[in-house]
């Protein structure tokens, strides 16, 4: 802190969130809730695997015929997920 420029803590901690790189890694963290806001809560309750690498999310699913409707609608949920986001976290969706 600065004697003649004095900050609050909730100032000091307002900056730090709004770094890029902490902002995406918070964005990163409420993805599972976006996912389940996107999907609703019957696909994400089939849902056994959500795992961001590098871009890419893989997410298991239990069900054959729910793997597959995701399979389809990849892209639409990549998009949908950055948006909410607001960041261009997820490059590509593999289902399993």
């Known amino acids: ?6 900050k609050t803590i909730g100032e000091i901690l307002e900056e730090f969130f709004q770094r890029p790189y902490v902002a ?8 599972p809730d976006y ?11 089939e849902t056994t695997q959500f795992h961001l ?9 239990r069900s054959g015929v729910v793997r597959q409707e995701l399979f389809y609608q990849r892209d ?3 998009a949908e997920l950055n ?14």
Do not use: F, Q
């Open 1 to 6: 802190m600065k004697r003649t420029h004095p």
């Open 24 to 31: 995406r890694k918070l964005a990163e963290g409420h993805l």
């Open 35 to 45: 996912w389940r806001e996107i999907v609703g809560e019957r696909i994400a309750a």
């Open 53 to 61: 690498e590098r871009g890419v999310l893989y997410i298991g699913v």
């Open 76 to 78: 639409v949920l990549a």
């Open 83 to 96: 948006r909410r986001a607001g960041h261009n976290i997820v490059r590509s969706i593999i289902v399993r």
